[in-house]
């Protein structure tokens, strides 16, 4: 069982920067896949940002809505993943999550962004809002 605690959500102003961190426990297995998600009130929950790590061998994604300004990075000696948002817009203003999981062998991180490959486990989110 894998737990997953967010942090670095606040308040800013348009233009301004946030970085989000995710500390998982301990994974079962040596390969992991982390993703970043959010949803905004009245709106669909949707990913931003993937991390997969494992065997020597690894990729990130970032979906195109945020790509050049939200970075995905992992820290393996503190079992923390980053998500550096910068620029930020006020449509940016969301509840964000980061989801996880781990593997006996690493998925195309393809499958995780379609959501083919399931992150079964799950933080309480952190808030971040953007004023204009």
């Known amino acids: 069982h894998v737990q997953l605690v967010e942090s670095g959500g606040g308040s800013g102003q348009a233009g301004g920067s946030l970085r989000l961190s995710c500390a998982a426990s301990k994974y079962t297995y040596s390969s992991k896949c982390l993703g970043w998600f959010r949803q905004a009130p009245g709106k669909e929950r949707e990913g931003v940002a993937y991390?997969?790590?494992?065997?020597?061998?690894?990729?990130?994604y970032v979906v195109d809505s945020v790509k050049g300004r939200f970075t995905i990075s992992e820290d393996n000696a503190k079992n923390t993943v980053y998500l550096q948002m910068n620029n930020l817009q006020p449509e940016d203003t969301a509840r964000y999550y980061c989801?996880?999981?781990?593997?006996?062998?690493?998925?195309?991180?393809?499958?995780?962004?379609?959501?083919?490959?399931?992150?079964?486990?799950w933080g309480q989110g952190t808030q971040v809002t953007v004023s204009s």
């Open positions: 991390i997969c790590t494992g065997n020597g061998a690894g990729d990130s």
């Open positions: 989801a996880a999981d781990s593997f006996g062998d690493l998925p195309p991180i393809s499958m995780v962004v379609a959501g083919q490959v399931v992150l079964g486990y």
